[in-house]
């Protein structure tokens, strides 16, 4: 799966260029950082140092700090070890509505409130990560740019297409903002299927920016075409899993049905061991304006609690008058 960057903030931009600068006298790349966040960022790590200050982190070995911190607390250690350490915390506290530029020793004192801890006015490396993601998420707003359109169309009984947003019926898909174009072809007995996703962070993500990616780009086989009827499998059916497609265009009902493909468990490229499936999983493809409003609205709600209790009241407050 490929992405890439869709919606990225000038703030995230800035952080990021502090994080490779931190990082980039180590030596190490994006691989290394990868795979040491797979192996430290665990809930023991966590737990073990996120009451450290910055300046504890840096204390430590280097061995320790690259074997056993957590990459994120590593990343608030440098950051405020670096000139722009204050002016990052005052930005975010600002973005909060804490009084981060005229009461900095104040807003941090606030914030540690509201985050129900000891109000010291020295932040600790968990609570500056928590400072930076939730400024971070102030800038996630609606995008306009993806697709939601939904629509099914058969032209003379020879090519078909369809478009939409494909939502796991009785589970949660992995992507839920994405947008599939089916095209088929009766004389080449085959559909084309394409399928983005747009990807939103969350707080264990490097960046509070959007991702576009490839999802699937495949060709299917045309078992059936009758009428306005197509049903449609891989024309590669040996992956552990196959997906069926079935078109209904009187009905405008579009389903991709997924079943097991082998006997045992499913071995991805990925080296991920998936169980098999219980049963056939269906999805539907349906318009995605309600999906994609639904997620947005998830983050737009969220953040509202990351702002500073007393603005919230003041706005609570309005609200009642």
Not at 42 to 67: F, H, M
Not at 164 to 188: F, M, Q, W
Not at 244 to 268: H, M, P, V, W, Y
Not at 279 to 295: F, H, L, M, W, Y
Request: aromatic share 10%.
């Amino acid at each position: 799966m490929q992405f890439l960057f869709a919606k990225p903030s000038l703030w995230t931009f800035v952080v990021l260029t502090l994080f490779a600068t931190c990082h980039s006298a180590h030596g190490e790349n994006l691989q290394s950082i990868s795979k040491a966040k797979e192996e430290n960022d665990t809930g023991a790590s966590v737990a073990k140092y996120r009451d450290y200050l910055p300046r504890q982190i840096l204390a430590l070995s280097n061995d320790e700090r690259k074997s056993s911190v957590p990459i994120v607390f590593n990343w608030a250690a440098n950051l405020m070890a670096s000139p722009a350490g204050d002016l990052n915390l005052k930005y975010s506290l600002n973005t909060l509505m804490y009084n981060g530029l005229a009461d900095y020793e104040g807003a941090k004192r606030r914030f540690q409130f509201d985050l129900a801890e000891k109000p010291t006015g020295e932040l600790t490396v968990w609570q500056i990560r928590q400072l930076n993601y939730r400024a971070s998420r102030m800038n996630m707003t609606h995008t306009q740019f993806f697709p939601s359109n939904f629509h099914g169309m058969m032209v003379a009984g020879t090519l078909a297409s369809v478009k939409g947003t494909v939502k796991l019926l009785g589970d949660r898909i992995a992507y839920p903002i994405n947008h599939v174009v089916i095209k088929c072809s009766r004389r080449e007995g085959t559909c084309d299927y394409r399928q983005i996703a747009l990807l939103l962070p969350d707080e264990n993500s490097w960046s509070q920016s959007y991702y576009v990616g490839n999802v699937k780009d495949e060709t299917y086989s045309i078992t059936r075409w009758d009428g306005n009827q197509i049903d449609a499998i891989p024309l590669d059916n040996t992956a552990c899993r196959t997906n069926q497609l079935s078109l209904n265009f009187e009905t405008k009902e579009f389903f991709e049905i997924t079943r097991n493909n082998t006997a045992g468990d499913c071995e991805t490229p990925m080296g991920v061991t998936l169980p098999r499936l219980d049963k056939p999983r269906i999805s539907q493809i349906v318009d995605g304006t309600d999906i994609i409003n639904a997620e947005f609205k998830a983050i737009s709600d969220e953040a509202y609690t990351f702002l500073s209790s007393r603005f919230r009241a003041s706005i609570e407050a309005l609200g009642s008058e």
